[in-house]
């Protein structure tokens, strides 16, 4: 299984938008929380976590499909982990 980490920022967004956007994302199977060395953290806002046997192509147009359901613009990054470290993380 593949891990990536997706940011996601709505142009022109109010909260309702981001709060609409985590739904939309949960629904399409990203986690905003994290686990490092057994401890569960949040993910910093409008950030997620995927994990699946996919590719970043994949991960993108699942992202850009929770964006489209939001009815506004916005810009998604993905990047696939190899590993991960946190710090100065809230414990979810």
Same mark, same amino acid.
């Given at each position: 299984?593949?891990?990536f980490?997706?940011?996601?920022?709505l142009h022109n967004?109010?909260?309702?938008?981001?709060?609409?956007?985590h739904s939309?994302?949960?629904?399409? &199977?990203? *986690?905003?929380?994290?686990?490092a060395e057994g401890?569960?953290?949040?993910?910093?806002? $409008? #950030?997620y976590i995927?994990?699946? *046997? @996919?590719d $970043?192509?994949?991960?993108?147009?699942?992202?850009?499909a $929770? @964006?489209n359901?939001?009815?506004?613009?916005g810009g998604i990054v @993905?990047?696939?982990s190899?590993?991960?470290l946190? #710090? &100065?993380?809230k414990? $979810?």
């Open positions: 299984m593949t891990r980490s997706t940011r996601v920022e967004a109010k909260s309702e938008d981001y709060e609409k956007l939309e994302m949960e629904k399409r &199977g990203f *986690d905003r929380t994290i686990k401890v569960l953290y949040k993910m910093p806002d $409008a #950030s995927y994990d699946g *046997d @996919v $970043a192509n994949a991960v993108h147009d699942k992202a850009r $929770a @964006v359901a939001t009815g506004i613009g @993905v990047t696939q190899a590993g991960i946190v #710090s &100065g993380l414990k $979810a």
